[in-house]
């Protein structure tokens, strides 16, 4: 079983930055693919970015695009989500998630542990 952790959410303006972190119990980190998803208020849970095994491919929604990075680092068993540019369209609770087997990385239900989410609210 794998637990995560996320944390860094917050409220930021309209233009800000923030950096979520999503740090994982298990040693094995490294095994499992990554990924980040958002779910805004009455809407589904929708796929953000994901990053391979070892970091070295990612994949991105294109509403961020050019704006969100995702990294790891598998020596602190840790995936990062650098957030620039935010819009109030990004208010969301966001998620990590660990996968084991991964196939198509921007369907949810590819993914096996999820964290308890953190809020991000962007407003002026």
């Known amino acids: 079983q794998v637990q995560l952790v996320e944390s860094g959410g917050g409220l930021v303006q309209p233009g800000g930055s923030l950096r979520l972190s999503c740090a994982a119990s298990?040693?094995?980190?490294?095994?499992?693919?990554m990924g980040w998803f958002r779910q805004a208020p009455g809407k589904e849970r929708e796929f953000v970015a994901a990053i391979s095994r070892s970091g070295g491919s990612t994949n991105y929604a294109d509403s961020v695009k050019g704006r969100f990075t995702i990294s790891r680092d598998n020596a602190k068993n840790t995936v990062y989500l650098q957030m620039n540019s935010l819009k109030p369209e990004d208010t969301a609770v966001y998620y990590c998630?660990?996968?084991?087997?991964?196939?198509?990385?921007?369907?949810?239900?590819?993914?096996?542990?999820w964290g308890q989410g953190t809020q991000v609210t962007v407003s002026s």
């Open positions: 298990r040693r094995t980190f490294s095994s499992w693919s």
């Open positions: 998630a660990a996968a084991w087997s991964l196939r198509d990385e921007i369907k949810s239900g590819e993914y096996d542990y």
